[in-house]
């Protein structure tokens, strides 16, 4: 069977090498498209349900949102873990599904059940899913600067107005980047129309909270009239009554008394200013900041991203898109990881290809022989990075760790055919009938072996790639890149070897290289002069 197949590829070589450098196009066209991230994402598939419930204290939170949230999930198609978070105001729901569910498919199952439950949360409480994101997500981040700013505090006012930039202005320009699955806000402070009601003036007017906050929900929205015909035309009849100012609020009236009417004014302070604080972002240890991070979507492509966001932010930086001259200065910024990463691996690459290089012409002694085997080590891995584009598999560390592991086993198999081909051509003759007949021969003769060989090192990485969870995510890249470099190697040593071999290679008299002979020729002076030596 393989010397058929070595048959053909030699009685076909120039489809062969038309297929090499269709190969070497393909690959090389894969390698740019490769996805490429630090790390291999090792977050397994879950659904977050987050819920925002003011006032409640955390054991409120659990009994009133979280439980009946944990009811409602409970038996979701490939659910492996539930867990929550309860705190004051907040319940986080986190739902871990098995690697075979696709996240999107999960995350209908979870809205489904949340129709369900929704209608039995408190008032106002409205449970939501989290970004289509994992813990290695957050990909870019950045604070909002003035150039004037320098070391100085900034006030409540301008940390409130570059919030509200934040939130209002820039979070949507960035969320439109394809790629990117949310804008988290940080720091700042968050502004609101807050009602401060006096307590005594409430009991003045006989009036209870209940009654001010329901006013003020009365009073601020829009109403439909309907239309007016008047000849050809027709006007839109509204009743615009969103609040637009916080004298809007403290215009509203609560009710009469004694033919006066009491507004909200009358009861309460009515002002602009800033929600509970939680936290606060500090830039440089010097003064307090507007921060986001920018979330990458799930299975994304990290470098592609962030260099979307990165000309984003420097075309909003150069054009003045955001008000005051605000500008965005990162602070952190992935592909600084992911270039520092890659550039390693690849100079291991680099070193581990120069190194090969220099050992085959060293104990080859045939510069042809060493072209031979170099072009293996050029298509191999062009191959396997079409290879890794089909399979899913992004070029991290672990992976391109495999291929470096690999670079020294990728030439075992060229570098055993090329030498026997080598040795055997010297003691043929000069037709080309007979140097095609003398390839097939030393190629089919050390084929077998060869395939036994490749298939024993594939066969002991095997047990990586059936590790699952994650220690499966983190190692069995590396395994299967391994693998796929060896498979590759072994197809290039059996198929396309010869072919170039037929080409390049002119025939040595003798089987050992030149050094291995010099070697054997001064075997007996060597030990003669090691032993008297000793004496």
């Keep these: ?10 009685t076909q070589r120039l489809l062969v090498l038309v297929i090499a450098i269709v190969l070497l196009g393909f690959g090389g066209r894969a390698a740019m498209r490769l996805s490429v991230d630090a790390f291999p994402d090792v977050t397994n598939v879950q659904v977050q349900v987050a819920t925002e419930v003011p006032g409640r204290s955390p054991e409120e939170v659990e009994r009133f949102v979280t439980m009946p949230l944990e009811v409602a999930m409970t038996g979701l198609p490939g659910l492996t873990e539930m867990r929550a978070l309860n705190r004051a105001g907040l319940s986080l729901v986190t739902l871990v599904f098995t690697d075979k569910t696709d996240v999107y498919f999960a995350r209908q199952l979870v809205m ?18 989290g970004p289509v994101s994992t813990g290695l997500g957050e990909v870019y981040q950045y604070t909002l600067v003035h150039p004037d700013d320098g ?9 409130m107005e570059r919030r509200v930039i934040q939130d209002w202005v820039l979070r949507p320009m960035l969320r439109s980047i394809p790629g990117v699955a949310e804008i988290n806000s940080m720091g700042g402070l ?20 209940r009654e001010v906050l329901e006013a003020v929900e009365r009073n601020n929205a829009n109403s439909g009239g309907g239309l007016l015909r008047s000849s050809a035309e027709q006007y839109l009849i509204r009743g615009v009554g969103l609040i637009q100012t916080a004298d809007d609020i403290g215009n509203i009236i609560l009710k009469e ?35 986001g991070i920018v979330m990458m979507l799930r299975g994304a492509n990290a470098k592609e991203v962030v260099g979307r966001v990165k000309t984003k932010v420097d075309e909003i930086n150069q054009k003045g898109m955001l008000p005051g001259g605000l500008q965005i200065e990162a602070f952190y910024d992935r592909t600084e990881l992911v270039d520092s990463a890659l550039w390693m691996v690849t100079k291991v690459l680099l070193e581990g290809i120069v190194f090969i290089i220099i050992i085959l012409l060293l104990f080859l002694g045939d510069v042809r022989s060493s072209l031979v085997v170099v072009a293996t080590i050029v298509i191999t891995p062009l191959v396997t990075f079409m290879m890794m584009n089909q ?24 570098v055993v055919v ?19 007949r003398t390839i097939l021969e030393a190629t089919s003769e050390i084929a077998k072996p060869t395939v036994y060989g490749m298939s024993i090192i594939i066969l002991v990485f095997l047990p990586l790639m059936t590790l699952t ?3 499966g995510k983190m190692f069995a890249p590396l395994a299967l890149t391994i693998a796929i470099a060896l498979a590759v190697s072994l197809a290039v040593s059996l198929f396309l070897s010869p072919v170039l071999c037929s080409y390049v290679l002119r025939g040595g008299s003798d089987h050992d290289t030149k050094p291995i002979a010099f070697l054997k020729r001064h075997y007996l002076t060597v030990l003669h002069v090691a032993l008297g030596a000793e004496k």
Excluded: C, W
């Design 257 to 291: 008394s004694g033919d006066v009417p009491v507004f909200v004014r009358d009861v309460a302070q009515v002002q602009v200013g800033a929600a509970v604080r939680q936290g606060a972002v500090v830039r440089n240890g010097e003064t307090e900041a507007v921060a």
């Design 190 to 209: 968050e502004r609101q129309f807050q009602v401060l009601v006096n307590p005594d003036r409430l009991r003045h007017y006989r009036l209870s909270l």
């Design 469 to 471: 969870g994650m220690e």
């Design 418 to 436: 090329v030498e026997n081909v080598f040795h055997k051509l010297g003691q043929a003759g000069p037709s080309r009938a007979s140097r095609l």
């Design 1 to 10: 069977m393989l010397k058929s197949l070595i048959r053909a590829a030699l």
């Design 151 to 159: 070391q100085r505090k900034l006030s409540d006012n301008e940390l």
């Design 391 to 414: 399979l899913g598999l992004s070029a991290n560390l672990m992976s391109l760790g495999g291929l470096a592991i690999a670079i020294g086993l990728m030439v075992d198999g060229t």
């Design 112 to 129: 489904e059940r949340l129709l369900e439950v929704t209608s039995r949360m408190p008032e106002g409480v409205v449970p939501v899913l």
